[in-house]
């Protein structure tokens, strides 16, 4: 399709925007329905520890205890705000982070083009739409440069629809091919993507093995709790005949079973760990992302522009003429010449590609007079062919031109040389290759007249000559694929290159496997079966194209491995969907492969996913420790709540809910701030990753933390048994058990920061938030002892010095145990 020649519009002013905004409102699809202050109030009453808290607040006004009643109140409103705190502040960091995934559209207004975000179109804009480019909103075609779309995701036909000026075009579909400037007629939900329901901010994104994980276990202990509340209900209601305290004790033991502390930490985590990744230039389009990084296991990297140099350089010509290669820059035989122009030609008039660039910036070096006279495109053949050739018909110097150029192959098969000649081209692109160049055949044809073949292949074609590109490793390059090595996983380069080229670079990189190669041709000829154990030796794929990316990707996760892809193109979209972590380029990676993608590197480079898959690391092993805390500390309460009870202790009912949610106040934020702020362990990212589906909320790692809390709840449970045989009144023995137990919390948190290092080794790691949740703890514990009116609410005696001396003894028995048991492991070879 030829373009357009029509002088463009000025576009809309902002006042006709303002005027088009107030008519047919923003271009969203669908607004969030569970986002917003509202729907988290909504969420945090319907949490069950408010329901607790508010049953057990009823049931001292039915008991007439004003004072245990307000108490609960002002519990109750402390506990939703610290819920609250915690999703405004989770949501905050996923709307600063959707803010900076959101798609920008080029927008022509007051006659000036720029980036305008695509929720901020409005009808009557025009916009420019190019190749990789997702449409942001329906139109009609005003200006267009053999313009195709993907339609599939309203048709579900896969079969790229050319476009003409003035048909019409739909948001979400995509551009399969060349670039078109369209004016807006629908946004939102008057859109055909919006009236058909297939938003798809409106799908339900599936959970991760680990959210299920935690749902799973959360459910469980809702049950165990539910169990134990009629179970401890029931037998004190025997014991005493009053109903109402029993229910009383029995929301006591309800409470402090359940560990409603888990998922809020889960989604706090995910969402600042999102907006962490963020800041250090790596985009999370789904939060949920970051708890896959840490178990990925294979880096699928492309080589242009993530392993090489952004940008490109022409470094030599094979002139075909004269059979000889020609260094760039510097002197240009006349034969030499039109390799040069004609590949300019062949590319687009204003390039975006780096190897386009490249190729322009090296034919006005060489012939500035040439380059710059018109060549208005008369006809173009896009990128197409395995392996692929493009072609460009223009005017120039008032001479009808035919320039085609690309891969190697698909050159010579429609030019047709003598076997000799193309045997000599061959070894010639190949010794190029092997130096790391990237090569291209160019080619010319005699115009047809005035109808044009309906392929590209079959013109008369000419071989002139070939084009090496150079386009070294980044510099950090080899230390980013040593970083993925001592971490385990494995890397591999796949790319549309030559063989010779894919290989070269890879030896520059220090990729292992350099040698073992396999190109598309080969990884499309092999079955599912046979292909998975190849892939997952070779570490260097050539020649590739989009179904055969998609095809090793498939093969490489059906031997179990957790996938991570690299790639810019619309090509690489079906991949990068595929993967468990698709990685988009975010300078040069078009939108259909950021929209495909999990995670948008916003430099281009890929050391930024050596930093993710370490945060990734240690966010999930920030979380652990923060799970094996609350499950640790919550088996004392558990058990100092029910032991006594269904002994027969003389004091069977010691704790009430208002000490109950002393310890939630406390346990919450240290759940979910302080251990989320823990730095990274030394020698994490020297570890293997971990398996996508491995759990530590059952088998060993869980029953380490069980006997963590048991160890604990001995502690508190013989503090609480020592001072009753004793004799002391009941008060006494309450405040004793009591400080144990908040003792033991404190200890337990600063041995749970290292499940290998030892305390002392921990305290030297910086982390104020957590040294001020501590504080915070226990100047509420010295409240609760010191002051009359605290002491009188909790039910608390003055009490000894050195009584909380051996409460502090007894406690650092409970918690220290872990520190012996660290040290054997750390002996261990």
Request: aromatic fraction near 6%.
């Amino acid at each position: 399709m030829a373009s357009s020649s029509t002088a463009p519009a000025p576009g809309l002013t902002d006042e006709a925007v303002t005027a088009a905004r107030a008519a047919h409102g923003r271009n969203v699809l669908t607004t969030n329905a569970h986002s917003g202050l509202l729907a988290t109030l909504r969420g945090v009453v319907t949490e069950p520890m408010f329901g607790l808290l508010l049953a057990a607040c009823a049931v001292y006004i039915a008991l007439g205890e004003g004072a245990e009643a307000l108490t609960l109140g002002v519990a109750l409103l402390a506990v939703a705000g610290i819920s609250v705190y915690q999703e405004i502040r989770s949501d905050r960091a996923l709307g600063a982070l959707r803010e900076l995934t959101q798609p920008r559209a080029q927008v022509r207004r007051n006659g000036v083009v720029g980036p305008v975000p695509v929720a901020d179109l409005v009808v009557g804009d025009a916009v420019l739409v190019e190749e990789g480019g997702r449409l942001p909103a329906d139109g009609t075609v005003t200006e267009g440069s053999d313009f195709s779309v993907d339609e599939a995701i309203l048709t579900g036909e896969a079969v790229p629809v050319a476009k003409a000026v003035g048909d019409p075009v739909f948001a979400g579909t995509s551009t399969a091919a060349g670039s078109v400037w369209l004016t807006v007629t629908a946004v939102g939900g008057d859109t055909k993507l919006g009236r058909i329901g297939q938003s798809l901010e409106a799908i339900d994104t599936e959970k991760t093995p680990l959210q299920r994980q935690v749902s799973r276990f959360v459910l469980r202990m809702a049950w165990v709790g539910a169990g134990a509340f009629s179970l401890v209900w029931g037998v004190n209601y025997a014991h005493s005949g009053n109903w109402v305290t029993a229910l009383l004790f029995g929301l006591t033991l309800a409470m402090s079973i359940l560990p409603e502390e888990i998922p809020v930490a889960f989604s706090s985590f995910m969402a600042l760990g999102a907006a962490r990744l963020s800041r250090l230039g790596v985009l999370t389009r789904q939060p949920q992302t970051v708890e896959s990084l840490g178990s990925a296991t294979v880096i699928c990297a492309d080589k242009t522009g993530t392993l090489t140099q952004e940008g490109m350089r022409v470094a030599q010509l094979y002139d075909g003429a004269a059979a000889r290669l020609v260094p760039v820059p510097g002197p240009l035989l006349p034969s030499a010449t039109p390799v040069l122009a004609y590949a300019r030609w062949a590319s687009e008039t204003e390039p975006f590609d780096a190897m386009e660039k490249a190729i322009v910036a090296a034919f006005m070096a060489a012939a500035p007079a040439a380059a710059a006279a018109p060549a208005p495109m008369l006809h173009e053949y896009p990128l197409a062919g395995t392996p692929p050739m493009m072609t460009h018909v223009r005017q120039v110097n008032g001479e009808t031109l035919v320039a085609g150029k690309g891969a190697v192959e698909h050159v010579l098969a429609v030019c047709r040389p003598t076997p000799a000649v193309a045997a000599e081209i061959r070894r010639v692109a190949q010794a190029l290759s092997a130096q790391g160049y990237r090569v291209l055949g160019v080619a010319r044809a005699a115009a047809p007249g005035p109808d044009f073949p309906a392929a590209q292949d079959d013109f008369a074609w000419e071989f002139l000559g070939l084009v090496a590109l150079e386009n070294p490793p980044k510099a950090n390059a080899a230390a980013v694929i040593q970083d993925f090595l001592a971490a385990g996983i494995q890397v591999k380069m796949i790319t549309g290159d030559f063989p010779e080229t894919a290989q070269a670079i890879a030896r520059q990189v220090g990729l292992p496997g350099a040698d073992t190669l396999l190109t598309g041709q080969q990884v499309m000829a092999l079955s599912d079966v046979d292909l998975q154990p190849l892939a997952a030796t070779t570490a260097v794929f050539a020649r590739m194209f989009p179904e055969a990316k998609l095809k090793v990707v498939e093969a490489l996760k059906a031997r179990g491995e957790v996938v991570a892809m690299t790639g810019d193109g619309v090509n690489d979209g079906p991949a990068l969907k595929a993967a468990h972590i698709g990685v988009a380029m975010g300078r040069r990676g078009t939108e259909v492969a950021r929209q495909a993608a999990s995670l948008v590197l916003v430099d281009d480079d890929l050391a930024g996913m050596v930093t993710a898959i370490a945060q990734g690391r240690r966010i999930y092993q920030n979380f652990k420790k923060a799970v094996f805390y609350v499950v640790s500390i919550h088996i004392p309460i558990v058990l100092t709540v029910a032991v006594p009870l269904l002994a027969g202790w003389q004091f069977a009912n010691l704790f009430s809910p208002v000490h109950i949610i002393f310890l939630e106040l406390v346990m919450g934020p240290t759940c979910s701030i302080a251990f989320e702020n823990e730095p990274a362990e030394a020698g994490q990212m020297r570890q293997p990753p971990r398996p996508l589906t491995a759990t530590f909320l059952a088998g060993a790692e869980l029953g380490r933390s069980v006997v963590q809390g048991l160890g604990i709840a001995a502690a508190v449970l013989g503090v609480y048994y020592y001072f009753m045989r004793q004799g002391a009144p009941l008060p006494v023995v309450r405040t004793l058990t009591f400080a144990t137990l908040v003792l033991s919390n404190l200890l337990l948190t600063l041995v749970n920061r290292s499940f290998t290092q030892s305390v002392l080794q921990t305290l030297r790691v910086p982390n104020r938030i957590l040294w001020l949740m501590l504080a915070l703890t226990l100047a509420l514990l010295l409240t609760t002892l010191l002051v009359p009116a605290a002491q009188r609410l909790f039910g608390f005696a003055p009490v000894p010095l050195a009584a909380l001396g051996g409460c502090a003894l007894a406690a650092l028995a409970g918690v220290g145990w872990v520190e012996g048991w660290k040290a054997v492991r750390r002996q261990r070879p």
